[in-house]
T-cell receptor
Framework: DAGVTQSPTHLIKTRGQQVTLRCSPKSGHDTVSWYQQALGQGPQFIFQYYEEEERQRGNFPDRFSGHQFPNYSSELNVNALLLGDSALYLC?????????????FGEGSRLTVL | AQTVTQSQPEMSVQEAETVTLSCTYDTSESDYYLFWYKQPPSRQMILVIR??????QNATENRFSVNFQKAAKSFSLKISDSQLGDAAMYFCAYRSAYAGKSTFGDGTTLTVKP
């Protein structure tokens, strides 16, 4: 049973560039959420995708955008990168079911902005 | 907005002993889920235990148990017979029953001494 996979695992960008991070959810899951985890802090919710639509969004600027594909995989795009965007970006999948709320996480994509 | 507070940035326990990690949360909702996640160094976050707010009985998973005090909005994690493999960062998380967003605390780093 394939778990949540993310790519790339590490990447380095410079300020002003754009980045795309990718996520494949756990087999059977239909919902993908993205979180930003700064060093030494807890994950912060960016947004959640279900049925190819953004269902909920956290307090992140429009520079952060995403997409979900028909196979449930997802992308996170960040434009005009800032130094403060350096973080571990976590993808988490789940089932859109009221009784099942646990998240299954990938290993993350560590983004460094220079 | 919901908030989750973990007041212990670091905790230490002797192998085979018991340790309790604290978590408090703030919400005006009555139906929600609470979780403890474990994030080992450089490894993916995994679920340790979860609690449905409508259940009065405290959840238990092998050596892990919770003390859920709904009125006090407290959700502590007890780890019994601590093992070296329990060393990790532990995050308390809240999720409304009506939204996909999970709110995390800033974590407690647990060290297990041999």
């Amino acid at each position: 049973d394939a778990g949540v996979t993310q790519s790339p695992t590490h990447l380095i960008k410079t300020r002003g560039q754009q980045v795309t991070l990718r996520c494949s959810p756990k087999s059977g899951h239909d919902t993908v959420s993205w979180y930003q985890q700064a060093l030494g802090q807890g994950p912060q919710f960016i947004f959640q995708y279900y049925e190819e639509e953004e269902r909920q969004r956290g307090n992140f600027p429009d520079r952060f955008s995403g997409h979900q594909f028909p196979n449930y995989s997802s992308e996170l795009n960040v434009n005009a990168l800032l130094l403060g965007d350096s973080a571990l970006y976590l993808c988490a999948s789940s089932l859109m079911d009221r009784e099942l709320g646990e998240l299954f996480f990938g290993e993350g994509s560590r983004l460094t902005v220079l | 907005a919901q908030t989750v507070t973990q007041s212990q940035p670091e905790m230490s326990v002797q192998e085979a002993e018991t340790v309790t990690l604290s978590c408090t949360y703030d919400t005006s909702e009555s139906d929600y889920y609470l979780f403890w996640y474990k994030q080992p160094p450089s490894r993916q976050m995994i679920l340790v235990i979860r609690q449905e707010a409508y259940k009065q009985q405290n959840a238990t998973e092998n050596r892990f148990s919770v003390n859920f005090q709904k009125a006090a909005k407290s959700f502590s994690l007890k780890i019994s017979d601590s093992q070296l493999g329990d060393a990790a960062m532990y995050f308390c998380a809240y999720r409304s029953a009506y939204a996909g967003k999970s709110t995390f605390g800033d974590g407690t780093t647990l060290t297990v001494k041999p």
